[in-house]
C-alpha cells in the first residue's frame, strides 16, 4: 500500500474513533430513569476494532 493511501486509511479511523468517543460520552450521560440511546458496550467494543 501506499503512505498516501494508509495515512488517509489512519486519518479515517482516527475520525471514526472519534466519533465512537462522543457517542460513548453522550450515552453516559443520560437522565435517571431513561435508557441510553445506545449500548455503550457494543461502541466500545467497535472503537477497539479500529
Do not use: F, K, W, Y
Not at 453516559?28 to 466500545?44: F, I, N, T
Amino acid at each position: 500500500m501506499e503512505i498516501a493511501g494508509a495515512l488517509t486509511e489512519r486519518a479515517d479511523a482516527q475520525r471514526r474513533v472519534e466519533q465512537l468517543r462522543s457517542r460513548i460520552t453522550a450515552n453516559a450521560r443520560h437522565q435517571e430513569g431513561e435508557e441510553p440511546a445506545g449500548d455503550a458496550a457494543a461502541l466500545l467494543v467497535e472503537t477497539g476494532r479500529c
